[in-house]
């Protein structure tokens, strides 16, 4: 019988001997390339923390101890061990979640999925153990790629500010250029530096030689600079230990032993403690340790003997973008690319293999980024930030003060917008353009198709005096949409056969095609719609107005936030030029999603040509209703021929 599955939670774990755990590590390993290969999902992380977590899981009580994991795509191991082994519906719409799902287990306490937050919650956790009174342990997981982060950097100076404060925090370093220092030596250090007796003898050695005359000071500041130099050289610990937070490592990351024991040291000490441990991202899959891009971080559905993928598709958008970007960068010298930590997920990978001293990764740094690119314009080039969309929320403050307040031309390009389904609530790219509509100064773009992306694009980073944005959808892009015409600076995707159409229908980015389905639908009811895609949906288009005035009711659908989107914008257009058309608006609720394909959530939120189609329907007949009304009252009032002028008077 595998031991997988007599793991029905981690005390489970306690009765293994250590040639079990080490056979149990290998059937989770083969146990995640068999699931995740069906499903999709980050199969690296998992594959490289397998060891980490069950020796967390023996060290630690959870869930009276707190584990949190930063990012938490590293978190499937962790649900394996607490009692979740089906992964059928791994990421899809009733199964698990692919991040810490409050809803699915005690053990997931942070369902944080962006990146290096997790030391701020520990933080507070531990903070609130100690107001409670409360010997809880707190454990916070984070990558060192995290670590570039810096929330990160700011909560670990407010940890080390209190020293009996218990608090472990693991650092995950998969770095594959990092080679391990371990060994007896620095384990025995480790030791040394996690136990009372040896703090206490260095406080008492400085306090004798303090008050030793004329060379105690100098002698403490001698041999204290000689510790430091011989630490620093076995193991980088310095910028740590700097900060006041102790030190343990580096571990071997798959040595459950050496894990187990400085765990176990570190929940010993009853302070803050860093616990360093090495890991090998995509371990135990040979596929995934030949990717040199990320060890496959995350997969479609793949073959798991090959790891090849079971089906390809057809050009996606962020391609579409990274293709024009190479043809920009051969036409504009000052052309250069922003990255946080994501090169080749945001379609930046051909361009800097092309311009490699034109692209600056800038870590999981997205505030920093923002700044820097405002100083890379003023410096006299265009920068263009490529950043998926939900990740360009933690930047407002900088793109607000830095790059809007200061006319800087930058140029964001948001991958993954809109609604993108299976990683869960925080990855939609749902807020971009509510939040955007308050820059001052800043167009934003919604392409439609591919040629869109690329002309867009190329209108962005012609604007040098104001940031611009161009927002695109997640996975393949579809055919592309023709425009029938062009009123001011909106393409028309439809015209209907009358001068005096029913429906204003605003189509936004990549919804387009179901925009024009939802036309279809309404001409089937006798109602005459005309199309049209904004192109850019920030500023609002000085024809909307008038253009809507020759309509009897104007529709917005977005793939984005009702609350202050698009829809919202163009309805405060209207009143500000005096034009009194109803409107509706059609997008997200403004609710957190479950995770679930695309087209399930859609179809969960009412955003499909049919129900659009049905609502704007009603809308029709309550506009007729009241001219019937109408024509009553002036049948009550006057003679017939003056009625049917009443009610002609009152379509117009």
């Known amino acids: 019988m595998p031991l997988l599955t007599r793991i029905r939670g981690p005390r489970d774990l306690d009765r293994l001997s250590l040639e079990e755990l080490n056979q149990l590590a290998e059937e989770v390993r083969s146990f995640l390339v068999e699931a995740v290969s069906k499903t999709g999902g980050h199969l690296g992380p998992n594959l490289g923390v397998v060891e980490l977590t069950i020796a967390l899981h023996r060290v630690f009580d959870s869930p009276r101890d707190k584990v949190l994991w930063d990012t938490g795509h590293q978190s499937y191991v962790h649900k394996l061990l607490t009692g979740r082994q089906d992964f059928s519906k791994l990421k899809m719409k009733g199964g698990l979640s692919g991040y810490p799902s409050q809803a699915e287990s005690e053990h997931d306490v942070i369902e944080n999925s962006h990146a290096s937050t997790v030391l701020g919650w ?55 250029s990092y080679a391990p220092t371990i060994g007896g030596l620095a384990n025995h250090l480790a030791t040394l530096r996690t136990t009372d007796g040896y703090e206490r003898f260095l406080a008492r050695t400085k306090e004798v030689l303090e008050r030793t005359p004329v060379v105690g000071q100098t002698l403490y500041d001698t041999l204290h600079g000689a510790k430091k130099g011989l630490k620093d050289f076995i193991a980088p610990q310095g910028m740590f230990e700097d900060l006041g937070l102790k030190y343990v490592g580096p571990i071997d990351g798959h040595d459950l032993e050496a894990l187990e024991s400085a765990l176990a040291k570190a929940k010993r000490f009853g302070g803050p403690v860093i616990v360093h441990c090495l890991t090998e991202k995509g371990r135990g899959y040979q596929p995934a340790l030949q990717d040199e891009a990320d060890r496959f971080h995350a ?97 407002f403050d900088q793109v607000l003060m830095d790059v809007a307040l200061h006319k800087c031309g930058v140029t964001f390009v948001l991958d993954r917008a809109g609604v993108t389904g299976t990683d869960g609530a925080s990855h939609n790219g749902m807020w971009d353009m509510s939040i955007l509509q308050v820059v001052p100064g800043l167009r934003l773009a919604a392409p439609r198709d591919a040629d869109q992306v690329r002309a867009q694009l190329r209108e962005a980073v012609a604007v040098d005096d104001a940031p611009t944005v161009v927002r695109f959808s997640k996975g ?31 189509s936004v980015g990549a919804l387009a095609p179901m925009c024009l389905e939802i036309a279809g639908l309404l001409d089937k009811q006798g109602i005459s719609a005309t199309v049209v895609d904004p192109r850019w949906v920030k500023p609002v288009d000085e024809a909307m107005a008038p253009l809507a005035e020759r309509h009897r009711v104007v529709v917005t659908v977005e793939d984005n936030s009702r609350v202050g989107g698009v829809g919202s914008a163009i309805a405060q257009a209207l009143r500000d030029a005096g034009v009194d058309v109803p409107l509706r608006d059609f997008g997200i609720p403004p609710r957190f999603l479950d995770h679930a394909t695309r087209a399930e959530i859609l179809a969960e939120i009412g955003l499909t ?15 007729d209703g009241r001219y019937e009304r109408a024509a009553v009252d002036a049948v009550d009032s006057v003679d017939a021929v003056d009625a049917v002028d009443s009610v002609e008077s009152v379509r117009d």
């Open 299 to 395: 997969v479609g559905k793949i073959h798991p003997d090959t790891g090849l993928p079971i089906k390809t598709s057809g050009a996606d958008w962020t391609s579409v973008f990274g293709d024009e970007m190479v043809e920009l960068g051969k036409e504009r010298e000052d052309i250069v690319a922003i990255t946080a930590a994501m090169l080749q997920p945001v379609g930046l990978e051909k361009f800097a293999k092309r311009f490699p001293d034109r692209v600056y990764d800038v870590g999981i740094a997205e505030q920093h980024g923002a700044v820097s690119a405002a100083g890379l314009a003023t410096g006299g080039v265009h920068p263009v930030f490529a950043v998926y969309a939900t990740f360009l929320n933690r930047a």
């Open 476 to 506: 393949a892009v579809g055919p592309a949409v023709p425009a029938v015409g062009r009123v001011g600076g909106m393409d028309v995707l439809r015209e209907p056969a009358t001068d005096r159409p029913d429906v204003l229908l605003v």
């Open 122 to 176: 520990a933080d507070g956790i531990a903070k609130a153990n100690q107001i409670m009174d409360r010997d809880d342990h707190v454990v916070a997981v984070i990558g060192d790629g995290a670590l570039t982060g810096g929330m990160a950097w700011e909560a670990l100076n407010n940890i080390a500010d209190a020293k009996d404060r218990p608090l472990v925090i693991v650092v995950n370093d998969n770095e594959r």
């Open 609 to 623: 040509a049919p129900d659009i189609a049905r609502q704007v329907t009603g809308l029709v007949a309550k506009l």
